[in-house]
């Protein structure tokens, strides 16, 4: 599909029509790395950290709005560029949130059926990400 939809355009500008499929294949290996990297980490570990990677995750979607820090692409200021290559902090703040209330509900299972102790807190933080 990614042949078929893109190798005319990198024909045309990069003078390769695999170009595109060929970085695909080439970020699908570095995640299948990577996910037998994170496979090895125990998950409490996650749970040891939650916070502190929400609080980064945080930090890092504020930074992407200074001018000089947050690159503009696609008409937006939302990526960090590095080089040529580009990173999103949204994508790191999905996972960290999924930690984040993953932990709030493992520690507080009674809370849960309230809807101000249990329920509001958890909205809140994700208020605050988005």
């Not at 996650?46 to 502190?52: I, V």
């Not at 890092?60 to 290559?85: A, M, Q």
């Not at 101000?116 to 208020?127: D, R």
Request: charged residues 15%.
């Amino acid at each position: 599909m990614i042949y078929s939809a893109s190798s005319v355009w990198a024909e045309y500008k990069f003078h390769d029509a695999f170009k595109f499929v060929k970085a695909k294949f080439l970020f699908f290996l570095l995640g299948i790395l990577l996910i037998f990297f994170l496979l090895r980490i125990d998950f409490h570990v996650y749970e040891k950290y939650a916070n502190f990677l929400l609080g980064l995750c945080f930090v890092l979607l504020v930074l992407v709005l200074i001018p000089g820090i947050g690159t503009i692409r696609n008409g937006s200021r939302s990526w960090f560029g590095i080089g040529g290559f580009g990173i999103q902090p949204s994508e790191f703040a999905k996972i960290g949130l999924i930690i984040y209330v993953s932990k709030y509900l493992s520690h507080h299972p009674r809370e849960i059926r309230d809807i101000k102790k249990g329920v509001l807190p958890i909205f809140l933080v994700i208020f605050f990400l988005l």
